[in-house]
Protein backbone atom coordinates (compact mmCIF):
# COMPACT_ATOMS: atom_id res chain seq x y z
CA UNK A 1 0.00 0.00 0.00
CA UNK A 2 2.64 2.64 0.83
CA UNK A 3 5.34 3.15 -1.13
CA UNK A 4 9.23 4.50 0.20
CA UNK A 5 9.89 7.98 -1.53
CA UNK A 6 13.64 7.76 -3.13
CA UNK A 7 14.07 4.23 -2.14
CA UNK A 8 17.87 3.82 -2.37
CA UNK A 9 17.84 -0.16 -2.98
CA UNK A 10 19.35 -0.81 0.22
CA UNK A 11 17.59 -2.77 2.85
CA UNK A 12 18.33 -4.32 6.12
CA UNK A 13 16.10 -7.08 8.95
CA UNK A 14 14.67 -6.56 11.65
CA UNK A 15 12.44 -9.06 13.98
CA UNK A 16 8.85 -7.70 14.11
CA UNK A 17 6.29 -9.39 15.83
CA UNK A 18 8.55 -12.80 16.11
CA UNK A 19 9.24 -13.00 12.07
CA UNK A 20 12.54 -12.11 10.52
CA UNK A 21 11.26 -9.41 8.13
CA UNK A 22 12.88 -6.79 5.32
CA UNK A 23 12.36 -2.97 5.48
CA UNK A 24 13.91 -0.40 3.59
CA UNK A 25 17.27 1.07 4.64
CA UNK A 26 17.04 4.74 6.13
CA UNK A 27 13.28 5.30 7.49
CA UNK A 28 11.50 5.38 10.51
CA UNK A 29 10.34 2.20 12.16
CA UNK A 30 6.71 3.97 11.43
CA UNK A 31 7.65 4.25 7.92
CA UNK A 32 8.95 0.37 7.86
CA UNK A 33 5.72 -0.77 9.12
CA UNK A 34 3.59 1.21 6.55
CA UNK A 35 5.77 -0.35 4.04
CA UNK A 36 4.99 -3.73 5.07
CA UNK A 37 1.42 -3.03 6.23
CA UNK A 38 1.75 -4.06 9.78
CA UNK A 39 -0.41 -1.88 11.26
CA UNK A 40 -2.26 -0.96 13.90
CA UNK A 41 0.90 -0.25 15.87
CA UNK A 42 -1.39 -0.73 19.03
CA UNK A 43 -4.45 -0.83 20.77
CA UNK A 44 -5.83 2.09 22.70
CA UNK A 45 -5.60 1.50 26.23
CA UNK A 46 -8.99 3.45 26.29
CA UNK A 47 -11.42 1.65 24.02
CA UNK A 48 -9.48 -1.27 22.28
CA UNK A 49 -9.55 0.51 19.06
CA UNK A 50 -6.60 -0.14 16.74
CA UNK A 51 -4.11 3.08 16.50
CA UNK A 52 -1.68 3.50 13.62
CA UNK A 53 0.89 6.07 12.87
CA UNK A 54 -0.79 9.35 11.96
CA UNK A 55 1.45 12.74 12.32
CA UNK A 56 4.79 10.98 11.65
CA UNK A 57 6.69 13.81 13.64
CA UNK A 58 6.23 12.77 17.24
CA UNK A 59 3.01 15.19 18.19
CA UNK A 60 0.15 11.94 18.01
CA UNK A 61 1.78 9.61 20.00
CA UNK A 62 -0.52 7.12 17.91
CA UNK A 63 2.14 5.21 16.45
CA UNK A 64 3.73 3.32 20.39
CA UNK A 65 5.77 0.36 19.88
CA UNK A 66 8.18 -1.81 21.48
CA UNK A 67 11.69 -1.38 20.19
CA UNK A 68 14.17 -3.48 21.49
CA UNK A 69 11.97 -4.38 24.82
CA UNK A 70 11.29 -0.55 25.95
CA UNK A 71 7.49 0.11 25.42
CA UNK A 72 5.87 3.15 24.31
CA UNK A 73 8.45 3.89 21.94
CA UNK A 74 7.40 6.60 19.19
CA UNK A 75 8.20 4.81 16.19
CA UNK A 76 7.89 7.59 13.53
CA UNK A 77 10.58 9.09 15.81
CA UNK A 78 13.13 6.01 15.16
CA UNK A 79 15.34 4.99 12.22
CA UNK A 80 15.30 1.34 11.47
CA UNK A 81 18.66 -0.34 12.69
CA UNK A 82 19.58 -4.35 11.80
CA UNK A 83 18.86 -6.57 14.07
CA UNK A 84 16.52 -4.03 16.07
CA UNK A 85 13.67 -6.37 17.80
CA UNK A 86 10.22 -4.79 16.78
CA UNK A 87 6.30 -5.84 18.86
CA UNK A 88 3.70 -4.33 18.10
CA UNK A 89 1.78 -3.75 21.77
CA UNK A 90 -1.78 -5.08 20.43
CA UNK A 91 -2.27 -7.15 23.55
CA UNK A 92 -2.46 -4.06 26.08
CA UNK A 93 -5.51 -4.12 28.53
CA UNK A 94 -8.11 -1.71 28.67
CA UNK A 95 -8.47 1.33 31.34
CA UNK A 96 -12.05 0.48 32.80
CA UNK A 97 -14.12 3.55 33.66
CA UNK A 98 -15.20 3.99 37.35
S1 LIG B 1 2.91 9.12 14.15
FE1 LIG B 1 2.38 10.70 15.53
S2 LIG B 1 3.80 10.50 17.17
FE2 LIG B 1 4.37 9.00 15.72
Known amino acids: MFK????TGEHLVVELDGDEVTVPAGVSVA?????LDRIPTRHSVVNGLPRAPYC???????????VDG???QRACQ???RA???LRRQL????????
Do not use: P
Not at 56 to 66: D, N, R, T
Not at 91 to 98: D, F, G, N, R
Open 78 to 80: LQV
Open 83 to 85: GQR
Open 31 to 35: AALLY
Open 4 to 7: ILGD
Open 70 to 72: VVD
Open 91 to 98: ATSKVESA
Open 56 to 66: MMGVCFECLIE
